[in-house]
């Protein structure tokens, strides 16, 4: 056992024998997103390197406070790459326990899936200071409850993640980019009808960077599979829909920027009203367009909606996302530290509430860990 490994245990297990809560970190990139900031401060990140990598097995083990963009140059170096593209915020890019703590995805989270589905198995130490281990490196070790799949998304409330095995993938021998000038609502029904048809739709983003009458409303699809198959797809799709193709180079920095949200949409600048936040939809991939007075960016072939709303309209925001088979997140606040925000996320049903606070007691018995950061009581 490492001297950074039983430091952290350590710490768990005096802060869980006096009750005292501790505030999980390792770059402090995602300490905008959630409900509050409290605690001692616990760093995750001093425990980190890639511990092994086998890129014929398509699996690489690491420590959770590895930096992500060391994992992803390790990757690039053999040609693989994470799916899924975790966005990274800031300078640091945060680590890969951050990552799957916070559970976000990219552009391409339609079309290859989550965070989630590239978990193999994880090692953490629970409330009770007990270093754990659940799944392995293949998927066929996991049996019975997959508890290593409840920590992408916990934000670090039900233990702090030691180490990760994550499923990798080739990166795709073609891609390219289209671009469409059309409303929100051909653009969800054009995507839909692509949706239908065996195309290598890897990922799609309409915006309109501001709601002036004039101002251009575009559709942007990436392709990805064979050579084949990507200049196939599109030349039927520039017959489906009158388009342009662009440039791979100018495209990677702009899906780049996309999936780090360092698009123009989500600067603050030029955003006036009462408060506005960023407000984040998750919804039904066949939900109509949103006829709203805000400005909205809709990823995901329509499941993911982006809107810059008041922070006032959190009603309204929930029960459009719900009544749409989703749900809603304030995901950056106006005080974009997020020290002091309340109810960022919808809130749970009777059901689903007990089920939190069951894994919750289970976990964390003494309730040390991000106390406050996902919902009141975690």
């Not at 780090?260 to 407000?279: H, N």
Request: charge should be neutral.
């Amino acid at each position: 056992m490492t001297a950074a490994l039983q430091s952290i245990i350590d710490r768990v297990q005096a802060a869980s024998a006096h009750a005292t809560p501790l505030r999980l970190v390792g770059h402090g990139s995602k300490d905008f997103y959630g409900d509050s900031l409290q605690g001692e401060l616990l760093d995750c990140s001093t425990y980190s390197g890639i511990v092994s990598y086998e890129p014929s097995e398509l699996v690489v083990t690491l420590r959770a406070g590895t930096p992500l963009r060391e994992l992803e140059a390790a990757l690039a170096e053999k040609g693989q790459c994470l799916a899924f593209e975790p966005p990274r915020f800031g300078a640091s890019a945060g680590t890969c326990g951050g990552m799957v703590a916070a559970g976000l995805s990219g552009p391409a989270r339609a079309s290859v899936g989550s965070v989630r589905d590239y978990v193999l198995g994880v090692r953490l130490i629970n409330g009770r200071a007990e270093h754990l281990t659940f799944g392995g490196q293949v998927m066929k070790n996991v049996a019975g409850y997959d508890v290593s799949r409840l920590m992408p998304g916990a934000m670090g409330t039900l233990g702090v993640i030691t180490e990760i095995s994550l499923k990798v993938l080739p990166v795709a021998p073609a891609e390219a980019t289209l671009v469409f000038q059309l409303d929100q609502a051909s653009a969800l029904n054009q995507l839909h009808r692509w949706g239908a048809q065996p195309l290598p739709l890897n990922a799609s983003c309409w915006v309109r960077d501001d709601n002036a009458p004039a101002a251009p409303e575009l559709l942007f699809v990436r392709l990805r599979g064979a050579v084949a198959a990507v200049e196939s797809a599109c030349l039927k799709m520039l017959q489906d829909v009158s388009g342009s193709r662009i440039d791979n180079a100018q495209a990677a920095a702009d899906w780049e920027a996309c999936r780090d949200l360092r698009l123009p949409f989500f600067s603050e600048s030029g955003k006036t009203g009462e408060s506005l936040g960023l407000w984040r939809l998750s919804v039904a991939q066949t939900t109509p367009a949103f006829d709203l007075p805000w400005a909205q960016l809709v990823e995901w072939h329509g499941a993911q909606r982006w809107l810059w709303a008041p922070e006032s309209a959190r009603l309204e925001m929930s029960q459009l996302a719900l009544q749409a088979g989703g749900y809603a997140t304030l995901f950056r606040a106006s005080h974009a530290a997020g020290t002091s925000a309340r109810g960022q996320f919808n809130p749970l049903n009777s059901v689903q509430q007990q089920i939190h606070q069951r894994l919750k007691a289970e976990f964390d018995p003494a309730g040390i860990f991000n106390r406050g950061r996902m919902l009141a009581f975690l």
